[in-house]
T-cell receptor
Framework: DQQVKQNSPSLSVQEGRISILNCDYT??????FLWYKKYPAEGPTFLIS?????DKNEDGRFTVFLNKSAKHLSLHIVPSQPGDSAVYFC?????????FGKGTKLTVNP | NAGVMQNPRHLVRRRGQEARLRCSPM?????VYWYRQLPEEGLKFMVY????????ESGMPKERFSAEFPKEGPSILRIQQVVRGDSAAYFC??????????????FGSGTRLTVV
């Protein structure tokens, strides 16, 4: 039973364009949502989070949108850069535990 | 910049041996979390510990796996009598307090366990 789903295993975009990564969840008890970035052979690095009381949070090139009624969140990266190429994990929590999706591999082409 | 330190980075064990994975949290962090990532999967929660206490071990397999976070020294994840299915990347994360989850826990680089 996957509570957090990232339905796109991979995404490829051109440098300078927008990258949109999507995530769906099923548990309405989740009250924090986070995005992590992961390079091969490294641990996940925290990118940005959003509380369930908000619908948008922005940090530089990264913006997370939350649609609670649809149980959907998305991460927008604009403009995309080659260094953004990595696996992006969506995570959600209702307690101290994080529940992760399977990740989306983003490739930004120069 | 002393982040979360995990060692070893790579560990090879034969079936039936024991694996010990170590995690030193960031300075000032007294909350430690272990996650496991199987190939092509996301990270799955295993256990949450504070100093000398296991707070939540709901993600730990019932047998062969144990974890501790002693008063002194690193947190240890111990896997006894390893099997091939234990091959995975094991990540440790730490936080100053559990309310820091909204700001993202700090993860270590992981230990990649291979059982041959």
């Amino acid at each position: 039973d996957q509570q957090v789903k990232q339905n796109s295993p991979s995404l490829s975009v051109q440098e300078g364009r927008i990258s949109i990564l999507n995530c769906d969840y099923t548990n309405s008890m989740f009250d924090y949502f986070l995005w992590y970035k992961k390079y091969p052979a490294e641990g996940p690095t925290f990118l940005i989070s959003i509380s369930s009381i908000k619908d948008k949070n922005e940090d530089g090139r990264f913006t997370v949108f939350l649609n609670k009624s649809a149980k959907h969140l998305s991460l927008h990266i604009v403009p995309s850069q080659p260094g953004d190429s990595a696996v992006y994990f969506c995570a959600a929590s209702a307690s101290e535990k994080l529940v992760f999706g399977k990740g989306t591999k983003l490739t930004v082409n120069p | 910049n002393a982040g979360v330190m995990q060692n070893p980075r790579h560990l090879v064990r034969r079936r039936g041996q024991e694996a010990r994975l170590r995690c030193s949290p960031m300075k000032g962090h007294s909350h430690v979390y272990w996650y496991r990532q199987l190939p092509e999967e996301g990270l799955k929660f295993m256990v949450y510990l504070q100093k000398e206490n296991i707070i939540d071990e709901s993600g730990m397999p019932k047998e062969r796996f144990s974890a501790e976070f002693p008063k002194e020294g690193p947190s240890i994840l111990r896997i006894q009598q390893v099997v091939r299915g234990d091959s995975a990347a094991y990540f440790c994360a730490s936080s100053r307090d559990p309310q820091g989850r909204g700001y993202g826990y700090t993860f270590g680089s992981g230990t990649r366990l291979t059982v041959v």
